[in-house]
Every structure is written in structure tokens, then in C-alpha cells.
């Protein structure tokens, strides 16, 4: 009897002391993980830390870019002292800054269509649709999308046929939305515009920009297509030639532009064109660590100087081409 209960307690002893024992290992495989994810969390933390801090050197890099653009254009302002000339692309090389390097172009806007000149104030502009409908056609994309794009930034409600879409047709879609019936800051603000995506609107970006209110168009800097484009008896060679011409001598003065069409026989308004820039853009591009900070930024020059007017992040740009194509 005595040996059957010193067994039992035996066998109890043994049964407790392994519990005792795996109830230790859970205890310390638990707190074993929580040390782990502690120091995970700790090497996330210091991680994000890290990277806002190099997002803020890249914004500070991207700054100074900005503010060498600026006195670029302030120099180019003085040293031409307002005359004409064959717009150029400056370029700010590769340079070094604390962990990292910043590279920036200056890019000449002027020459771009402004897809905000499809509306004239508050009412749509006729002759910047048709300029628009003939870029597109250039450009092998449905001229209907010249009527959804104005659509999409006119003050009214009322769709442009065909093609058009107004409220009526966006707040069907899933998920509905409304046009915004005001002038757009960028281009990627088309890609919800009916029947416009994402392929078509890169082909787009090398000749049409968003700039604020209605603008001039640059004819020492407009592209071959964007010239055409003025008017349907401008054909591709007439183009070519004036950028040829224009190349080595610019063009002083609008009237000088329209006496060179004179044997063409287009009709142009004097008041849409230009023969200098009013808008720039910036596309500048920082990197610091594993950092990198894009940015598109749109300047406005005149004689009172270069202004800021607006700063985009991401590698969206005004894009608006070889000046030569």
C-alpha cells in the first residue's frame, strides 16, 4: 500500500514538474515574441524617423532647385532684355548635398496648348476648340474627345455633342462622380473625363499643358504639332520651315510670325499669340538615402519676376515636348 501511494505521488511529482516546465518555456517563448515585435516596432519607428527626415532634405533640395531656377530666369530676363529668342531647356547637372544629389531642368511652357483656353472666361472658346480638335486628330486620338474635355472644365451643365459628358453621365458611373465645371491645375486631372486613359493622356502630355486661365501661345517655342494645330492651313512642312527660321532667328514680334503665313492664307488673331513664355516648369528630382523626392514646379515670369505658382509631387509633368518635333 505504501509503495502504490509513493508511485502515485511519484507520478504526480513527474506530472506537475512538467507542466511547471512547458508553462516556463510558454512564459518564455511568449516574452521571447514580445521582445522581438518590441524590437521590429523600435526598428520601424527608427525607420520611418529616418526617411521623414530624408523626405525633408529632399523637399529642402527640391527648394533649392527652385530658388536656382528662379534666378536663371531673372538672368535670362536681364541678359535679353525682354527680346525674343528660340526657347531652351536649362539644365542643372547632377550635384551633391548632404547624403544625397538633386537634379533639376527648366522647361519652357509658353509653347504648350493650354487645354484651360477650351473655355474663354465663363463660355466655351471655339477657336481653342478647334485648335484642340485638330491637335488631336494630329495626334491619331478622337477628335470627340475635344467636347468631353470641355465639358469637364466649363461652367455649364449642358453636354457638347458628340462625345460630351456632363454630370448626367458621370454620377451613373461606379463609383459616381461629377465634373468639377471649372479649369483643371493638371493634366492628370483628365483621367476621369469620359473616354480619355492613361495611354491616350501620355501621348497627350508632349503637347498640351494646364496653365492658370487663358493663355497665349508662344510661337518661338511651340512645337511642330502645336503649330499646326493653330490653324488648318498650316500643314506639317509650312511648320517645319518656321521652326527652321525661327531656330537661328526668333521671331521678334508677332506680326512678324503672321507676315510669314501670309502665302499659307490662315486666319489668326494676333491677341493668341506671343513671342516670349509668361509660364515655366521646374522638374526637379532629389535623392537622399533610400529617399527620392520628385517634383513638378510651375513658375510665372514677368517683369515684376519669377513667381511660384504651383508645386506638384510625384512624376507628373506639363511635359510639353521638343520644341523642334
Not at 491637335?135 to 458628340?162: F, G, M, Q, R, Y
Not at 511648320?239 to 521671331?251: D, T, V
Request: glycine share 6%; aromatic share 4%.
Amino acid at each position: 500500500m505504501i509503495k502504490r501511494i509513493g508511485r502515485r505521488e511519484a507520478r504526480r511529482a513527474s506530472s506537475e514538474a512538467g507542466v511547471a516546465l512547458i508553462t516556463a518555456l510558454i512564459v518564455v517563448f511568449l516574452a521571447t515574441a514580445a521582445a522581438v515585435a518590441m524590437s521590429e516596432r523600435q526598428l520601424f519607428d527608427l525607420r520611418r524617423a529616418e526617411n521623414l527626415q530624408r523626405l525633408d532634405q529632399g523637399m529642402l533640395a527640391i527648394k533649392g532647385a527652385e530658388a536656382w531656377a528662379q534666378a536663371a530666369l531673372r538672368e535670362d530676363l536681364v541678359a535679353h532684355a525682354g527680346s525674343a529668342r528660340a526657347a531652351r531647356p536649362w539644365i542643372l547637372p547632377t550635384t551633391e548635398i548632404p547624403g544625397g544629389t538633386i537634379t533639376a531642368e527648366i522647361r519652357d511652357a509658353g509653347g504648350c496648348f493650354n487645354v484651360n483656353n477650351l473655355v474663354d472666361g465663363t463660355e466655351p472658346s471655339a477657336a481653342g476648340l478647334e485648335r484642340f480638335r485638330r491637335l488631336l486628330l494630329a495626334l491619331s486620338i478622337d477628335p470627340k474627345l475635344a467636347n468631353a474635355v470641355l465639358d469637364w472644365i466649363d461652367a455649364d451643365l449642358n453636354t457638347t455633342l458628340p462625345g460630351g459628358a456632363e454630370d448626367d453621365y458621370y454620377t451613373r458611373l461606379d463609383p459616381p462622380y461629377r465634373s468639377p465645371n471649372r479649369p483643371i491645375a493638371s493634366l492628370g486631372e483628365l483621367l476621369k473625363v469620359n473616354g480619355m486613359d492613361t495611354r491616350t493622356l501620355e501621348r497627350l502630355r508632349q503637347y498640351a499643358c494646364a496653365l492658370p486661365g487663358h493663355t497665349t501661345i508662344n510661337v518661338n517655342a511651340a512645337n511642330t504639332l502645336v503649330l499646326m494645330s493653330l490653324d488648318e492651313g498650316i500643314s506639317k512642312s509650312t511648320a517645319e520651315s518656321i521652326i527652321a527660321m525661327r531656330n537661328s532667328h526668333p521671331f521678334a514680334q508677332v506680326a512678324d510670325f503672321l507676315k510669314r503665313l501670309l502665302t499659307v492664307q490662315v486666319e489668326l488673331s494676333p491677341d493668341d499669340l506671343d513671342v516670349q513664355s509668361q509660364y515655366y516648369e521646374v522638374l526637379g528630382r532629389a535623392k537622399v538615402g533610400r529617399v527620392e523626392v520628385r517634383a513638378t514646379t510651375l513658375m510665372a515670369r514677368s517683369d515684376a519676376g519669377v513667381q511660384v505658382v504651383a508645386r506638384r509631387l510625384g512624376d507628373e509633368e506639363l511635359a510639353t515636348g521638343d520644341a523642334n518635333e
